[in-house]
């Protein structure tokens, strides 16, 4: 898996958009970046994942560099709701649902 | 989309009791199933493969002995702390490959995960 690394703790206000951004410059050509978030007591939800396009549904935008090296999650405006650790990982298909999450960034969203 | 339910949602048990933790997936079924541990303010660490029909795999440092899991159908996959003691409280979570997200895109890799079961051992 690739070495991920993320802000600790980001704030934003509600109805903003949300921008979080993850390093991976050791990701592998055929490894993806996925996006989990963790709502405070609840299992992680996935959220996005994308190779080497950008990727948009209905939860995210997923914006990854052209050189691959980082990418950032866009959440367009921000809820209440949204407050939870966004994990960021890079894994390709060789490891099989064997996720190895980080530390995340705590999101907080306010009024 | 796929949903796997987890239970109990809470547990609490005295020191050297056993306790049993169910995952089921519902609405389709999970040949592989994963069980990750989370302790407080911590990040989530995969303890093991439960896999229907054989046993399970273990990641290293996880004693097999002590945390039993049995994968006997298609949708449900259980794990046993054995002997459970105050520094097996955690969060335990599992979790399934999302059958509605697979496919040469996913690499493999969605997971939809269960509410997760927490263990407090007095």
């Known amino acids: 898996d690739a070495k991920t690394t993320q802000p600790p703790s980001m704030d934003c206000a509600e109805g903003r958009a949300a921008n979080l951004p993850c390093n991976h410059s050791?990701?592998?050509?055929?490894?993806?970046v996925y996006w989990y978030r963790q709502i405070h007591s609840q299992g992680p939800q996935y959220i996005i994942h994308?190779?080497?396009n950008n990727e948009t549904n209905e939860m995210a935008s997923l914006i990854i560099t052209e050189d691959r090296k980082s990418s950032t999650l866009i959440l367009p405006h921000a809820t209440l709701r949204d407050t939870a650790v966004y994990y960021c990982?890079?894994?390709?298909?060789?490891?099989?649902?064997?996720?190895?999450f980080g530390q995340g960034t705590i999101l907080t969203v306010h009024p | 989309g796929a949903v796997v339910s987890q239970h109990p949602s809470r547990v609490i048990c005295k020191s050297g009791t056993s306790v049993k933790i169910e995952c089921r997936s519902l609405?389709?079924?999970?040949?592989?199933m994963f069980w990750y541990r989370q302790f407080p303010k911590k990040s989530l660490m995969l303890m093991a493969t439960?896999?229907?029909?054989?046993?399970?795999?273990?990641e290293q440092g996880v004693e097999k002995d002590k945390f039993l899991i049995n994968h006997a159908s298609l949708t449900l996959s259980t794990l046993t702390v054995t002997s459970a003691h105050p520094e097996d409280s955690s969060f335990y979570i599992c979790?399934?490959?999302?059958?509605?997200?697979?496919?040469?895109?996913?690499?493999?890799?969605?997971?939809?995960f269960g509410a997760g079961s927490r263990l407090t051992v007095l």
């Open positions: 050791t990701i592998s050509g055929n490894e993806y």
């Open positions: 990982i890079g894994t390709g298909g060789t490891s099989y649902g064997k996720l190895t």
């Open positions: 439960s896999n229907e029909g054989s046993k399970a795999t273990y």
């Open positions: 994308g190779l080497k």
């Open positions: 979790s399934a490959r999302d059958p509605i997200r697979q496919g040469p895109r996913a690499g493999a890799n969605v997971l939809t």
């Open positions: 609405d389709f079924q999970a040949t592989t």
